[in-house]
Structure formats: structure tokens, C-alpha cells
């Protein structure tokens, strides 16, 4: 039988009465992707944190992937660092490779095998696509992507083996190619093994590499997922993301597919971010395909953003008013949620104080230890 996945957001104050808030919903057939958006300093980062560790708590695993090494003890909840700590594992990926299945093409149910030139294109085509590759040299990143998966038993690092093979192609493609992406495939970011998805947060770690290298990775780590998934099978899982603005959210990346898709296939996003503003208005529409919303006070070059995810033209300056009055530890929750003892959930914004999350996760993952 599915699981029911209860999550404490906090409290709502209605007629001198507090009551508690969650969303509840069912992974594999309900939308469970949370954004959390708000100017630093207002709790937007308590609330994440406490989601993740909530989501960790009821067995699920959640992959966290690390721009600005936001997982660092300094930058978690104080009332949170132990069990990060207990529940965590790290990646740092300028010193170790993350283990992935990555370039293994995937057996089908009909019993046919990917290709390894399908699997090949796939990959040259994110990389080319964050690094700018023209034609020519994306073509000789996809052979060379192509030489090492189909030996990748003898190895097993596939950059270094693509770098290697760029170079010893000889062409004048290939050169290019090798000069162009030197500064990623000279990292050995993915080695083929394979992995075990446990229970746990697991934190990969990318806050050494530079800003579009960081992307790069970010993006085939978020391919690796969906393509995994929608294989079906896997357990529910989540990808939690803080400073997902370092990302694009179109409908043609991972991020946007698995926002679009990834219910059908126990895949959620909680994503975090201070500013939405570098986004453009189909992207932060894309964003809307989260199920749940959490605004905590924006900054005032935002507030109109922020109000477009929340309501309709014509309710936005009533939700703008209450976003800029907004105290420390207050958002507007935008969602299905559910009230008190309620047993159908609200969709109309509320106001929530999450002040209390501490209390509420250390009772959870106390009651699922046991």
C-alpha cells in the first residue's frame, strides 16, 4: 500500500486559535515538489531544512545537490545539526568521484538495450548545451562520449577516458573539443559503478568548481535522475536544491521535466532560492509546477514576482500587501494544506509561522526511529 507522506509546515493563528499546518500527499501518485522562496534571513532556509530531514525521517532519500556548500554545519539550523549530521553522507566532487550508472545504457522492458550513440548524444547535447560547443566539436565529444561507454569496464573514469580519447582522435574537431572542455574533463566528476539509493541525505558537494562548471554537472547529475526514474521501479526520492537560481527551469532541461514529470515517477524537487528575479516569465512559471509554495519576504524589487506564483491578476495586490508585511519566520503557503483537523485541504494562500519546526521535526523523526 502507498505511503502517505505527511509533512509539518508549521502553525496557522485563526480566532485566538494555533493550529498546526501539513501537506500530506502520496509519492508515485501525487505532486510532492516544494519551492521555498524569500530574502535571507526570514526562514526560508529553517523551512527547507526541515522538509528535507522530514522527507528523511519517513525513509525517503534525498539527494542534495551543493552550490555554495550550504550543507556545512554553519549554515544548517543549529537545532538541525545533529541529525544532519546522523543522516548525512558527503561528496566533495573536487576530490572524489560521485559513483552513478550514468553512462550505462538503460535495458528496456522489451528487452532491447539503449544505444550507446543515443546515450552519447543525449550527454554531448547538455554538456554542449551549458558549455557552447558548436557543431564540430559536440559531434567529437559524442564519439568520444560514445569509445568510452562502450568500454567502460576498462574505464571506469569516464572524463578522463573522454579527454584521452579527444586527444588521441587527432582531428580538428576533436582538439577543439579537448581545448574547449579541459576544465571539466580534467576532473574525474563520475566514475561507473554502481549505486546504492539508502535512506539518508546525500550531499554532493560542487562549491569548488566554477559557476558554469557547477551547471554543467547540476544538469547531467539531474539527468541521471529522471532518467533513472521514469524507468520505474525506484523508491520515492527527492533532489533538494538550495540557490537553485544557478539553474534554468525551461520545459526542455532535467530540472523542468521533473517538475513537469516527475510525479508519475516518485521523483520531487525542493527547491530554495533568495531571488527568482534572473528568471524569466516562463520560467518562473514553470516554478507554479511545484505543488507546494512557501514565500517567505521578499525583497522589494520581488514582491510582484513573488505574487504572480501566488494569485490571479486580479488578487495580486491584496497578496502583494500581505508578502511585504511578512515578520521573521512568516510565509505565505500556497498549496493544498491541510488545517487543524481538517480532512480536506485549503488551496487559498495563508499565512504560516514556522517558529516551531524544530519541535515538530525532532517529534517526527523521533517517532519514526522508533
Known amino acids: 500500500m502507498p505511503m502517505l507522506s505527511k509533512t509539518y509546515i508549521g502553525k496557522y493563528y485563526e480566532g485566538g486559535q494555533e493550529l498546526s499546518v501539513c501537506t500530506k500527499s502520496i509519492p508515485g501518485q501525487d505532486n510532492d515538489s516544494y519551492v521555498i522562496l524569500g530574502e535571507s534571513g526570514y526562514g526560508k532556509s529553517v523551512a527547507a531544512q526541515s522538509i528535507v530531514l522530514q522527507k528523511t525521517g519517513q525513509g525517503h532519500s534525498v539527494r542534495s545537490i551543493d552550490f555554495h556548500n550550504t550543507s556545512a554545519p554553519e549554515h544548517l539550523f543549529p537545532a538541525f545539526r545533529k541529525l544532519f549530521e546522523h543522516l548525512s553522507s558527503q561528496i566533495d566532487v573536487y576530490k572524489a568521484p560521485i559513483p552513478t550508472t550514468l553512462f550505462e545504457p538503460l535495458h528496456y522492458a522489451d528487452g ?20 557552447r560547443l558548436n557543431l564540430s566539436s559536440t559531434a ?13 569496464d576498462n574505464n571506469p573514469d569516464i572524463f578522463p577516458a573522454v579527454f584521452k580519447a579527444l586527444e588521441e582522435f587527432g582531428t580538428k574537431a576533436s582538439k577543439n573539443a579537448a581545448a574547449h572542455l579541459a576544465p571539466l574533463l580534467r576532473h574525474n566528476i563520475f566514475r561507473h559503478q554502481p549505486v546504492n539509493h539508502s535512506f539518508g541525505i546525500e550531499n554532493i558537494g ?9 551547471r554543467t554537472i547540476a544538469d547531467l547529475i539531474l539527468f541521471d535522475e529522471f532518467r533513472t526514474a521514469s524507468q520505474g521501479g525506484q ?5 533538494y536544491i538550495d540557490e537553485m537560481q544557478n539553474l534554468s527551469i525551461s520545459k526542455d ?17 525542493i527547491l530554495a532560492s533568495q531571488s527568482i528575479r534572473e528568471f524569466n516569465a516562463s520560467e518562473r512559471t514553470m516554478l507554479c509546477q511545484a505543488n507546494h509554495k512557501l514565500l517567505f519576504h521578499p525583497t522589494l524589487l520581488e514582491v510582484k514576482y513573488y505574487a504572480e506564483l501566488l494569485a490571479s491578476s486580479q488578487h495580486r495586490a491584496e497578496i502583494s500587501d500581505l508578502l511585504r508585511n511578512l515578520e521573521v519566520g512568516q510565509c505565505v503557503f500556497q498549496g493544498p494544506i491541510y488545517i487543524g483537523e481538517e480532512t480536506k485541504p485549503t488551496r487559498v494562500p495563508i ?10 521535526v525532532s517529534a517526527q523523526l523521533s ?3 522508533t
Open 112 to 131: 532491447t538495450m539503449e544505444s550507446p550513440a543515443d546515450l552519447s548524444y543525449t550527454l554531448s547535447n547538455i554538456i554542449a548545451n551549458n558549455l
Open 140 to 152: 567529437a565529444l559524442s564519439e568520444a562520449l560514445e569509445y568510452a561507454i562502450s568500454d567502460r
Open 206 to 214: 560542487l562549491s569548488k568548481f566554477p559557476p558554469l562548471l557547477q
Open 235 to 239: 523508491p520515492p526520492r527527492y533532489i
Open 253 to 269: 532541461c532535467y530540472l523542468g521535466k521533473i517538475l513537469t514529470e516527475g510525479r508519475k515517477y516518485s521523483l520531487n524537487m
Open 351 to 360: 499565512c504560516v509561522n514556522i517558529s516551531h519546526l524544530e519541535d515538530i
Open 367 to 369: 517517532k519514526s526511529s
